[in-house]
């Protein structure tokens, strides 16, 4: 099984709800993906930018954008992960799809809905808290504003990385850099980070950020806020030796969601 994993991190300048267009734009950047990738992870809402119009941009489980993740995956013999909106029944979500060479793994809901951009008016918020594998590794997920809620996120030893998609806001900037740290000492695991760059179709300025971080908080990747792509490899043996030397976990209160 593998012990070592190769992501890499796509910050992107999304084009304001043109779904051809993104999808245009993500396949010109997955050009530059190097051999021997194992994930690829896009940015939150990666093929609309993070709109209001839900109504009119969902899709559902037959949508191209999904199609589209199908596609690469099986073609490049990848993983590949990002969020999408989606209409599943009457409900529209945040999506969060994993995707492998063999079809659609699972999905998570984005829990937390962002109240100052009425993100919550038009979208349902998910309840599920989902861990994903590759290999060895285990993967909890989260999408943007969820950074900030860690309770939810605490690692009950079930996860390895903590992925964040994100449409997250340069007037934030420090709030991102502060907490992507923060969740991966907390929970004494890999964070990986993936951020937009650019403005947005209602002004919104993001710088990127993207970035990959170890369990002690330091940051082992980042980028600047040009749009490009960025790839790690994370070690799972180290992981495990530095929680077996530093068990930090053992002291750890216990939380209950209601």
């Known amino acids: 099984m593998k012990k070592q994993l190769n992501v890499c991190l796509v910050q992107a300048d999304l084009v304001w709800e043109e779904i051809d267009a993104n999808l245009e734009l993500m396949v010109r950047m997955l050009e530059e993906v190097p051999d021997g990738t194992d994930l690829v992870a896009l940015p939150e809402t990666f093929s609309t930018g993070f709109t209001m119009q839900s109504e009119k941009y969902a899709?559902?489980?037959?949508?191209?954008?999904?199609?589209?993740?199908?596609?690469?995956?099986?073609?490049?013999?990848?993983?590949?992960?990002?969020?999408?909106?989606?209409?599943?029944?009457?409900?529209?979500?945040?999506?969060?799809?994993?995707?492998?060479?063999?079809?659609?793994?699972?999905?998570?809901?984005?829990?937390?809905?962002?109240?100052?951009?009425?993100?919550?008016?038009?979208?349902?918020?998910?309840?599920?808290?989902?861990?994903?594998?590759?290999?060895?590794?285990?993967?909890?997920?989260?999408?943007?504003?969820?950074?900030?809620?860690?309770?939810?996120?605490?690692?009950?030893?079930?996860?390895?990385?903590l992925l964040n998609v994100a449409n997250w806001p340069a007037p934030r900037q420090q709030v991102w850099e502060v907490l992507t740290r923060a969740r991966a000492i907390e929970n004494q695991c890999y964070f990986l980070g993936v951020n937009r760059a650019g403005i947005d179709g209602l002004g919104t300025v993001h710088t990127g950020?993207?970035?990959?971080?170890?369990?002690?908080?330091?940051?082992?990747?980042?980028?600047?806020?040009?749009?490009?792509?960025?790839?790690?490899?994370?070690?799972?043996?180290?992981?495990?030796?530095?929680?077996?030397?530093?068990?930090?976990?053992?002291?750890a209160d216990l939380f209950e969601m209601k």
């Open 59 to 161: 899709e559902g489980e037959n949508g191209k954008a999904l199609a589209w993740m199908q596609k690469i995956a099986r073609e490049k013999e990848i993983y590949i992960t990002g969020s999408l909106i989606v209409r599943d029944g009457q409900n529209i979500y945040n999506r969060l799809y994993w995707v492998s060479p063999h079809g659609v793994e699972g999905h998570y809901d984005k829990r937390h809905l962002f109240r100052l951009g009425r993100e919550n008016e038009h979208f349902i918020p998910g309840g599920s808290r989902e861990v994903f594998t590759l290999g060895e590794f285990r993967i909890l997920p989260q999408i943007c504003y969820d950074l900030r809620f860690p309770v939810f996120y605490r690692n009950r030893g079930d996860y390895d990385v």
């Open 209 to 251: 950020g993207t970035c990959a971080i170890d369990p002690m908080g330091s940051i082992m990747r980042k980028m600047d806020k040009q749009p490009g792509i960025q790839t790690s490899t994370l070690d799972l043996d180290k992981l495990r030796d530095y929680r077996e030397k530093f068990p930090v976990w053992k002291d």
